[in-house]
């Protein structure tokens, strides 16, 4: 019985005592009192009893909190951004260039487990791998719209991923430069990245190019480094890197052929290998409120007898967020020949390719919430190693939306 029913059972046999002797007859009040009594006190030394034994038990303890599981579909994201981009192009020997360029993408991802994450992105531009931007012309055509991203990611273990397909590129960009790689190129392939905060590893393995008629190519390399807090708020990212390609010399340059300034042999194939060993450094700060990042990027191709080297340098002032924010950037580069695949590399710098040297300019503010303005301009040098030096000029007036 429990300790509620037991005091109800109490007050019942009160009121019974009440009106039980309001009834009984005169002679035979006392006894039945007595026993009433007893009966009572026989009741509440129970109670009693129960309620000592209560609150002496244990409580049960609480359920361990339950972890929380990741389901299908959940943290489904979409995403895009949309570019409107003004340029103009005044190359020695050509004539000026007037154009208008837009780049749209849009992307989704979610997770598929605990541990994995798939993601698929399209953007503009048709199967150039340094480009998703679309020129505005041939009389209002269709324009192209393709697969820029299709990759899963595994969360294999404590600051460890494993990324498959059409990823974003695996390895870091010194500054953001287009020194190896062109910020639009999203390689294909393996990938693993460790990161713990301090020590850093990528490492991948892309396919290039599938031969039917010869050995393909496929790119085996990574990077390692570190990233460590110095005096009054600086940090300090540094590291090494090694890209080698496999069946480059005697082959078309990748993609459409073109060499973009490396160096070819009468039927138009590559006349070198390609090893590239990388050396790069990010030094970022504070000057009173604004932040300020200065980097530097080398890169040598170990299989090239000569024009084999390439580097950039520069610095980069505030950075736009909130509406009312700017930031304003200047970076020098000088990319000889054969010091990296011209396929891949910055496909702005100098019109693209190897074979250039000159300063960046760049500048953003932040009009709005998730809409800035900016401008590049690139005042290049090109061909100079194959003695036919050109100036090269080059202006871009971008508004971005992001959604």
Same mark, same amino acid.
């Given at each position: 019985?429990?300790l509620s029913s037991l005091r109800r059972l109490a007050a019942?046999?009160?009121?019974?005592?009440?009106?039980?002797?309001?009834?009984? /007859?005169?002679?035979?009040?006392?006894?039945?009192?007595?026993?009433?009594?007893?009966?009572?006190?026989?009741?509440?030394?129970?109670?009693?009893?129960?309620?000592?034994?209560?609150?002496?038990?244990?409580?049960?303890?609480?359920?361990?909190?339950?972890?929380?599981?990741?389901?299908?579909?959940?943290?489904?994201?979409?995403?895009?951004?949309?570019?409107?981009?003004?340029?103009?192009?005044?190359?020695?020997?050509?004539?000026?260039?007037?154009?208008?360029?837009?780049?749209?993408?849009?992307?989704?991802?979610?997770?598929?487990?605990?541990?994995?994450?798939?993601?698929?992105?399209?953007?503009?531009? *048709?199967?150039?791998?340094?480009?998703?931007?679309?020129?505005?012309?041939?009389?209002?055509?269709?324009k192209d719209f393709g697969l820029d991203l299709a990759y899963?990611?595994?969360?294999?273990?404590?600051?460890?991923?494993?990324?498959?397909?059409?990823?974003?590129?695996?390895?870091?960009?010194?500054?953001?430069?287009?020194?190896?790689?062109?910020?639009?190129?999203? /390689?294909?392939?393996?990938?693993?990245? %460790?990161?713990?905060?301090?020590?850093?590893?990528?490492?991948?393995?892309?396919?290039?190019?599938?031969?039917?008629?010869?050995?393909?190519? %496929?790119?085996?390399?990574?990077?390692?480094?570190?990233?460590?807090?110095?005096?009054?708020?600086?940090?300090?990212?540094?590291?090494?890197?090694?890209?080698?390609?496999?069946?480059?010399?005697?082959?078309?340059?990748?993609?459409?052929?073109?060499?973009?300034?490396?160096?070819?042999?009468?039927?138009?194939?590559?006349?070198?290998?390609?090893?590239?060993?990388?050396?790069?450094?990010?030094?970022?700060?504070?000057?009173?409120?604004?932040?300020?990042?200065?980097?530097?990027?080398?890169?040598?191709?170990?299989?090239?007898?000569?024009?084999?080297?390439?580097?950039?340098?520069?610095?980069?002032?505030?950075?736009?967020?909130?509406?009312?924010?700017?930031?304003?950037?200047?970076?020098?580069?000088?990319?000889?020949?054969?010091?990296?695949?011209?396929?891949?590399? !910055?496909?702005?710098?100098?019109?693209?390719?190897?074979?250039?040297?000159?300063?960046?300019?760049? *500048?953003?503010?932040?009009v709005a919430k998730n809409w800035t303005a900016g401008f590049?301009?690139?005042?290049?040098?090109?061909?100079?190693?194959?003695?036919?030096?050109?100036?090269?000029?080059?202006?871009?007036? !971008?508004?971005?939306?992001?959604?």
């Open positions: 019985m429990s019942a046999a009160g009121c019974v005592i009440v009106l039980g002797v309001a009834n009984f /007859p005169a002679h035979a009040a006392d006894s039945e009192v007595a026993a009433l009594r007893a009966e009572i006190e026989r009741l509440s030394e129970r109670l009693n009893a129960l309620e000592a034994r209560g609150s002496a038990a244990p409580k049960p303890a609480p359920a361990p909190p339950q972890k929380a599981r990741k389901k299908f579909g959940e943290g489904l994201k979409i995403k895009g951004d949309f570019r409107y981009r003004y340029e103009f192009i005044d190359e020695d020997g050509k004539p000026e260039r007037n154009r208008n360029r837009l780049r749209a993408r849009v992307g989704i991802s979610g997770n598929v487990n605990d541990t994995v994450k798939a993601g698929i992105q399209l953007a503009s531009g *048709g199967d150039n791998p340094t480009s998703t931007n679309q020129t505005l012309d041939d009389g209002f055509t269709t899963v990611t595994w969360a294999a273990a404590e600051n460890t991923s494993v990324t498959a397909g059409k990823m974003k590129n695996p390895m870091h960009r010194a500054g953001g430069s287009g020194l190896i790689w062109d910020g639009d190129v999203n /390689p294909e392939g393996l990938a693993m990245n %460790f990161d713990n905060g301090l020590v850093f590893v990528n490492l991948a393995g892309l396919y290039v190019e599938e031969r039917s008629s010869s050995d393909d190519s %496929f790119i085996l390399g990574g990077q390692v480094g570190f990233d460590t807090s110095l005096a009054n708020g600086a940090e300090l990212k540094a590291g090494l890197g090694y890209f080698g390609y496999t069946n480059t010399r005697g082959n078309s340059p990748f993609y459409d052929g073109a060499a973009r300034g490396n160096t070819v042999d009468i039927d138009g194939n590559l006349v070198n290998d390609y090893r590239q060993l990388e050396l790069f450094a990010e030094l970022g700060s504070m000057l009173g409120d604004m932040p300020v990042k200065l980097f530097a990027d080398w890169v040598q191709n170990t299989e090239a007898s000569e024009f084999d080297s390439a580097y950039a340098f520069g610095i980069k002032l505030g950075k736009a967020g909130d509406p009312g924010t700017w930031d304003a950037a200047w970076i020098y580069q000088d990319v000889e020949k054969d010091a990296v695949i011209a396929t891949f590399n !910055d496909s702005d710098f100098g019109g693209g390719g190897t074979d250039v040297k000159g300063h960046i300019f760049k *500048g953003k503010y932040s590049t301009y690139f005042l290049n040098e090109i061909n100079e190693n194959v003695g036919a030096e050109k100036d090269y000029q080059r202006l871009q007036a !971008d508004l971005q939306f992001k959604f």
